[in-house]
């Protein structure tokens, strides 16, 4: 997708895009088990879409309210987090 048209799609169309973008790579994950894939990259430009259409919506949310769009689950938030084995062992 080209970022002109991802900005012309409302809220609901970029949920609505993103769903679509994830259920076909898991798609292509189960043709790539099957058999062979035509082409690889489709992953790669699957993902970018992906980011594109996630970069958007967080640009919206800053633009609507200064509200930042929360991270990953499980992602580290600092460096507070608790130490490494090898930081333990020394």
């Known amino acids: 997708m080209k970022p002109q048209e991802i900005r012309n799609l409302s809220d609901e169309e970029l949920i609505a895009e993103e769903q679509r973008i994830r259920k076909r790579i898991f798609e292509l994950r189960c043709q790539a088990v099957t058999e062979k894939i035509e082409n690889p ?50």
Do not use: W
């Not at 990259?41 to 699957?46: E, G, I, K, P």
């Not at 879409?49 to 958007?56: G, S």
């Not at 689950?73 to 020394?90: C, M, W, Y």
């Open 41 to 90: 990259r489709q992953f790669t430009n699957l993902r970018r879409d992906i980011a594109r259409l996630l970069t958007e919506r967080s640009a919206r949310a800053a633009a609507a309210g200064g509200a930042r769009v929360s991270a990953a689950p499980g992602a580290a938030a600092g460096s507070g987090s608790s130490p490494t084995p090898q930081q333990a062992q020394t």
